[in-house]
């Protein structure tokens, strides 16, 4: 059986582009065109009621150089590389809550001044912001005070970015139930709409969110793949998770599933790390294999050329000791036949013949020597080197195949020479490349491969299942059977043919199939339920507040003016069906000090005895 390719896919790569400088025409200057600000965790989207998508969607974070008195802020897109500025990033959120107002500040005037607005001393347009689910007075205070008191807006008006979200949704319909699940990023939240109207009592939050999986997830590479600790950021998490990561319809079944090999390895998603490639490799180690085969060929012939060297100066010397044992033996002399005996000789006519294939061996070198240095082209080596050029051939092993044929077809009594030349390629090859098999069969790109398997279902699990990251509360399936409880039968019934999921972990694959499969598992036997995920989990909440905001005059039904901000306080808040409900703080007991006459101390005398 033929075995599937690995499909190998490479990290998300977002290109932070910064946010442009709108026009601020007369036209808009005029007419006060509201402004809509979804001030999320994660992104912050703004922009005017007029326009169809926000046109500012940036992350909600700052970062100025520390040391630096001078430094420009940078805002959301203006920071490039996150992760080299990550210890400098600061957030107005705690949770979901805002608290740091300076943080806050400083979003606005980015907010302000990619909107074009060039006013002087004050905002002259209206201003539509999301807050927390029950946000506290405090906080609610300081925001109205920061956009009444620096920035001069005519008035504001709070909402809740889920039930935003769902009026988006549900705009048309009235005394309408529902029951809104909600997917932060730091929070998750079940939120019951009865007769249109959000039922703060029993509402309920979940501490966790997309931050979460996101750390979660993070920890889990890191110490799954500890030699590439560093490559493994914490933006490179957040987008395969993402990309990749889905949510379970029945979670303990697809854990079996995954411990089957073939179902496994199906599934499993190989993400590529950036590296550097070694020089002169390439996928297939083919071209280093040429290069080696040429340097080893170029090394073969100067060994060659210096074993005749050495073998035509030994010849020489040697032919000189026979002709000398010649001139001995001619000259009658006694020591020629011990000199004859010495060289190996046992006659002087074996010795003449010696002699004769010694000056044959010396002149067939010297050929060999002169036609390798100054006309190689010309020489038996070189006519069949020729044949094995390399570039003749498109990988090693076929240029080692010919080099073999080419020694097998070889006649020995006449091409010993080469025969020889041939034989110390061959053992010079597979000494050289055996030494080094392992290093060509190492493949450097899976080094730097991510298996990324049972992770994908097991990082969004925690939303269902907290205890796996040691949180210590209730999942979301347990909390919405919780609220459901706290209704009659009827509106049970009424809110579970409502379920609306908003948020941008709502994005995530089958999060709406695994909602359904917990509501049936729930809801008594036979009962209907529906379930509805938001168009856009990401845009829904400014898209309805804009819609909020453009629907029977609720900008002049439910907007805090500055008269209003002025006479009831900052915390004041018009209740509506998006927004939280407004509960007055009571005002502080005021204690009277009394002041109370010193006590008498009345002195006895003491008796003396």
Known sequence: MVEKPVKIYSLPTYQVKPDVFLVYSDNVSKSKIPIIIDNGSYLCKAGWIVNEKPPLVFRNVAAKHRGKKESETQVGNDIKNIEAVRWLLKTQFDKNVVTQFDVQETILDYIFNH?????????????????????????????????????????????????????????????????????????????????????????????????????????????????????????????????????????????????????????????????????????????????????????????????????????????????????????????????LQELGYTSAAELQAGIKKLNCNIRKLKNLIAAQQDEPQESPFANWCEELNLSNFTDADSWLNAVKLKRKTMELEEKKEQIKILDEVLAEYEREFSKSQINFSFNLAEYYQLQIGVERIRIPEILFQPTMVGIEQAGLAETIEMV????????????????????????????????????????????????????????DAWKGARKWALHDDNLKKFAVTRQEYEEKGGDYLKDHMCSNHYVALPPPVRKTIVQTAPPTVVKQEQKVT
Request: include cysteine.
């Open 115 to 339: 909107l074009g607005i060039n006013s002087n001393g004050a905002v002259n347009h209206p201003i539509v912001m999301s807050e927390a689910v029950c946000n506290p007075n405090y906080s609610r205070q300081l925001m109205s005070e920061l956009l009444f008191e620096c920035y001069n807006v005519p008035q504001v008006s709070y909402g809740v970015d889920s039930l935003f979200s769902f009026y988006n949704y549900n705009a048309k319909s009235k005394g309408l139930f529902g029951l809104v699940v909600s997917l932060g990023y730091n929070t998750c939240h079940v939120l019951p709409l009865v007769r249109s109207r959000f039922d703060v009592r029993n509402a309920k939050r979940i501490s966790i969110g997309t931050s979460n999986m996101d750390g979660f997830f993070h920890r889990i590479l890191q110490l799954k793949y500890s030699a590439h600790a560093s490559a493994i950021t914490l933006s490179r998490a957040e987008s395969l998770i993402r990309e990749h990561m889905l949510f379970s319809q029945d979670f303990m079944e697809d854990i079996r599933m995954w411990e089957k090999e073939n179902y496994a390895k199906d599934n499993t998603h190989t993400v590529q790390l950036p590296y550097v490639p070694l020089p002169g490799s390439n996928s297939n180690n083919n071209s280093g294999k040429m290069e080696k085969c040429e340097v080893l060929l170029k090394r073969v012939q100067v060994m060659r050329l210096k074993q005749r060297s050495e073998k035509l100066a030994f010849d020489e010397e040697h032919l000189q000791e026979c002709l000398s044992v010649q001139d001995l033996i001619e000259d009658g002399d006694d020591e020629a036949i011990l000199a």
């Open 484 to 539: 459901l409880a706290r209704y009659s039968l009827s509106d049970q019934q009424k809110l579970a043919e409502n379920v609306f999921i908003t948020g941008g972990c709502a994005k995530l694959p089958f999060i709406k199939e695994r909602i359904e499969t917990e509501l049936l598992a729930m809801r008594p036997f036979q009962s209907k339920f529906s379930v509805q995920l938001a168009d856009d989990p990401l845009f």
